[in-house]
């Protein structure tokens, strides 16, 4: 395997992960959490699923730049020769990595406070915020994807 391709396969395994990960928790394991658990249990369930997917998270936001900057090099040299696709796939990462980080930082600690205060309501709403940001970095990370996907086209 060519340095190449082992950097391209990290890249691709790195975002799958991730958006993989946000899609399956938007779309699958909410509504079956809302339909299946009161409150305080759902909200027990989303802190430790957080806990689990945020390492794996923390790892594909390291992968991600180091194998993106490799590839970027081997590909097309110096950073201002790339196509305006990476460019903007890059910016959409910083973004992402942003949202990423604001969650883990700022509102998990803070639903993982309401957990213990058995504060059910505040913890809703901060897992709402929790919704709301991880909604946004689906739709970047899908957006990169298929960026990513129709650049030959572009």
Known sequence: MTPFALLYALHVLAATIWVGGMFFAW???RPAAVAMLQAPERLKL??????RFFHWVWVTVL???ISGIGLWHMRF???ASAPRYVHIMAGLYLIMLALFLRIQLLQLPALKRAIAA???PAGGAVLGVIRRLVGINLVLGLAIIALASARPAL
């Open 46 to 51: 989303w802190a430790d699923v957080f806990r």
């Open 77 to 79: 040299g110096a950073m």
């Open 63 to 65: 992968v991600l730049p």
């Open 118 to 120: 058995e504060d059910w």
């Open 27 to 29: 779309m699958v394991l």
